[in-house]
């Protein structure tokens, strides 16, 4: 009889990986990085304020180069303006991601921008009220377990 081999846990990129770079693609990009990366491409202040919709291509014409592709970019109301005036740094800045010039206009949609929720920063809880409940935990022979009861337990009396 033959053994199973070692499950292995795979990262959900792996597995959720080709469904994803397919739903881009119905959005014009041949891969996700532009929008994962969208704040290292274009900067920490222009990703505050806008995000990249899709790529629209242009038909290419029998016997014509390709066209460059227009970047779809959400951006906030007010920053609409000034982002309109750093297009010719956006473009640079995409086309050198890239490596080739794959975009050659901007186009603005002024909307709220999908912002992900900032996470809560959780503080340890305070090292006295961890060292009067490692003392009630004495009886617990294990250190470790006595030291994960005694900081859950300061967590919850903290709360």
């Keep these: 009889m033959n053994k199973p081999g070692p499950l ?21 990009f041949a891969s996700r990085e532009l929008v994962t990366r969208w704040a290292e491409i274009a900067g920490p202040e222009i990703a505050a304020h ?23 970019l959400r951006v906030e109301g007010p920053m609409a303006l000034e982002i309109q005036h750093m297009s010719s740094v956006i473009l640079d800045r995409v086309n050198r991601f890239f490596g080739w010039s794959a975009v050659g206009k901007l186009a603005l949609r002024q909307a709220p921008l999908s912002r992900r929720p900032v996470r809560k920063t959780v503080k340890p809880p305070d090292p006295a009220a961890v060292a009067r ?27």
């Design 133 to 159: 409940e490692a003392e009630q935990l004495e009886a617990i022979a294990d250190e470790d377990l006595r030291t994960a009861l005694a900081r859950l337990g300061a967590s919850i009396k903290r709360n």
């Design 50 to 72: 806008s995000e990249p919709l899709k790529l629209q291509w242009l038909r290419p014409v029998e016997g014509q180069p390709q066209e460059p592709a227009t970047l779809i």
């Design 8 to 28: 292995t846990a795979k990262p959900l990129s792996t597995l959720l990986g080709a469904t994803i770079n397919d739903a881009f693609a119905k959005q014009g």
